[in-house]
Every structure is written in C-alpha cells, then in structure tokens.
C-alpha cells in the first residue's frame, strides 16, 4: 500500500494504511483487516520457518510505522503532498528491508532502547518467554 501511495499519490490509501497501523498498536492484529490478512492467510502459506517475534518490539516498530503514517495523513491534509510521499516511501522502505530481508529495522531500534536503559528491561519479560520457548522446540 505504501508503495502504491508514493507512486499514485492517491490519498485515499493512506486511509487504511494509517488505519491499520493504528488498529495494530492498539490491538494488534485482531481489528486491523491488513494485520489478518497477513498473520492469518499469507503467513502460514509461505514455505521455511517461520520467525517468531515478541509482542513489545513488534509492536514498537508498528507505533513507527503509525507514527510515519499519521505524519504523512496530516501533511497530505496540510497540502504537502510531496513531502506526504517522501514519509511514507521512507516507510515503504523500512518495511521492504523486513519482507525481503527479514529486518525489522524498527524491532532493531527497540533493542538498542533497551540496551541503552531507555526503554526497562521489564518491558520485555515477553521476549525473553517466546525465546525460552523456540529454544525448548528446537
């Protein structure tokens, strides 16, 4: 959708797109129809392993990706499409490194939030669970 807007222009899909990042911070994938698509018809049809990643950090990088997409709604409304465009391609970016490269640029910052000491390590008692877990599958 990201890059459908930079090449279009067409305002109307920063609606679901700013929508859905929303949805997904608030609630996750439950009321956000591009976060059911994805979790729960696209995700289990692809072939390998799938990699599992903890709520908090997942849910920081689609606060960014909110954060980006409201800034880009509201310059749209402002009459600064142009630079509309530039945020979400920029957004479009960080999420092509994740669907292609398999890089959550976004997860990336957060663990260097934690290791700063800004965001607790308390925060992430759900990561540390869902890595004790994939090692005890392996």
Same mark, same amino acid.
């Given at each position: 959708?990201?890059?459908?807007?930079?090449?279009?222009?067409?305002?109307?899909?920063?609606?679901?797109?700013?929508?859905?990042?929303?949805?997904? /911070?608030?609630?996750? @994938?439950?009321i956000?129809?591009?976060?059911?698509?994805?979790?729960?018809?696209?995700?289990?049809?692809?072939?390998? @392993?799938?990699?599992?990643?903890?709520?908090?950090?997942?849910?920081?990088?689609?606060?960014?990706?909110?954060?980006?997409?409201?800034?880009?709604?509201?310059?749209? /409304?402002?009459?600064?499409?142009?630079?509309?465009? /530039? /945020?979400?391609?920029?957004?479009?970016?960080?999420?092509?490194?994740?669907?292609?490269?398999?890089?959550?640029?976004?997860?990336?910052?957060?663990?260097?939030?934690?290791?700063?000491?800004?965001?607790?390590?308390?925060?992430?008692?759900?990561?540390?669970?869902?890595?004790?877990?994939?090692s005890?599958?392996?």
């Open positions: 959708m990201s890059v459908l807007f930079v090449l279009t222009g067409n305002p109307y899909v920063l609606i679901p797109l700013t929508y859905g990042f929303v949805a997904r /911070v608030l609630m996750g @994938p439950r956000s129809p591009l976060g059911r698509i994805a979790t729960q018809i696209i995700t289990p049809r692809l072939a390998g @392993p799938h990699k599992l990643v903890a709520g908090p950090p997942k849910r920081f990088a689609q606060g960014i990706g909110a954060l980006f997409s409201v800034t880009a709604s509201i310059l749209w /409304v402002a009459d600064f499409q142009f630079a509309s465009r /530039v /945020v979400v391609a920029m957004l479009a970016g960080a999420a092509s490194l994740e669907a292609f490269v398999g890089f959550c640029l976004g997860c990336a910052i957060f663990a260097r939030l934690m290791r700063w000491g800004i965001i607790p390590e308390s925060v992430c008692e759900e990561c540390n669970d869902i890595s004790a877990r994939l005890a599958a392996r």
